[in-house]
C-alpha cells in the first residue's frame, strides 16, 4: 500500500520507470497494490495523471480516493488523501481476496459502456454521456475476487485484467451477445448505459446539410434487463442500473420492482463529481429484500466493491 501516492509515482509506475526503491519494489511485487492518491486538484485533473491511474487500474491495481477536501496548500478540492479508515478497510478487503475470493467459481457477466450507438446514418449515432468506468470497475472487481468474467462493452477503456471481452456498438448487437451468454451466468450485472430509442432506419450514406434537414423517426430498443429477468435461469443473480437525474432512490425502487430483478443500483448523473465521465460516484443500492445502502461519493471501484458485496449477501440469504 502506498499512501500518499503522488503523480511521479503514478507515471513511474504506469511506464515502468524503476528508477527508484519504492517503484522497483512495485514493479517487481507479485502481491496486490492498493494505492492511495494525494495531491493538488490541478494537478489531480490533469488528463495525463487520470490516463496513469487508468492505465494502472486496468492492470489490477487497486485505488482509494482521493477525497474532496483541505489540501496542503491551504485551498480545497479534490485530492485530499483518504481517511485512515477507509484505507485500511479498502486494505482488509483486498487482503480478504487471497484466499481465493468470494466470487471464486462463479460465472459473471457485465455489460458495460459509452451507451450504445445506433446509427443515423453511415458516419453519426445517437448516444449519451456514458463513459463505461463504472461497468468496466465492476468487472475488475468481480475478477479480482475470483470470479470467471465476461464483459460486454461498447466503452474504448482498457480491458481489466483476467476478464474475456467482447466489443459491441449497438443495443442489438449487445441483445445478441447476451442471448448467447446470459444463461450460462451465475450473475449478470447489466451496468451498461442501453439506448432507449434508436432510429428506426439508418441513411445508408452520410447525411448532408444541402439536402435539408432530414425527418428522423425514433423506435424502441429491446429491453434488455426484462428480456434477461423473463427468462434467467434459476439461481441467477441480476443486477441493474438506474441513471436518474436528482434523487435516484424512487427511480431505482420502481425499476427493481418493473423489471423484477434482485438488485438495483441508482445513481444522479446530474450531481458534481459522480456518474457519466467522472472517476468516481454516488449510489444508491436497493435489494428485492426490502434493502438500501447508500455508497459515495467514492472511487468507482469502490462502488462495484460494495455492489459485489451486495450480491454475494444476496446469494447467501437465497
Known sequence: ??????????????????????????LATRAPVVLCPAMHTEMWEQPAVQSNLATLRGRGVHVVGPDAGYLAGGDTGPGRLAEPGEIVTACASVLALRGGGDLAGLRVLVTAGGGTREPLDA?????????????????????????DVTLITTADLESPVRVQRIDVDTAAEMEQVLAE???GADVVVMAAAVADFRPREAAPTKLRK??????????????????LAARRPPGQTLVGFAAEHGDPRPGA????????????????????????????????????DGMQLNVGPVDKRVVARAVLDAVVDHRSRR
Open 123 to 147: 458516419v453519426r449515432f445517437l448516444g449519451n454521456r456514458s463513459s463505461g468506468k463504472q461497468g468496466h470497475a465492476v468487472a475488475a472487481e468481480a475478477a479480482a475476487r475470483g470470479a
Open 181 to 183: 451468454r446470459s444463461d
Open 1 to 26: 500500500m502506498v499512501a500518499p501516492a503522488t503523480a511521479r509515482l503514478l507515471a513511474a509506475y504506469a511506464i515502468g520507470l524503476a528508477d527508484d526503491l519504492l517503484v522497483s519494489t512495485l
Open 210 to 227: 444541402a439536402d435539408g434537414v432530414p425527418e428522423v423517426v425514433l423506435e424502441p430498443t429491446p429491453d434488455l434487463l426484462a428480456a
Open 253 to 288: 425502487v420502481e425499476k427493481l420492482r418493473r423489471k423484477g430483478v434482485d438488485l438495483v443500483v441508482g445513481n444522479d448523473v446530474s450531481a458534481p463529481e459522480a456518474g457519466f465521465g467522472h472517476d468516481t460516484n454516488t449510489v444508491v443500492i436497493v435489494g428485492s
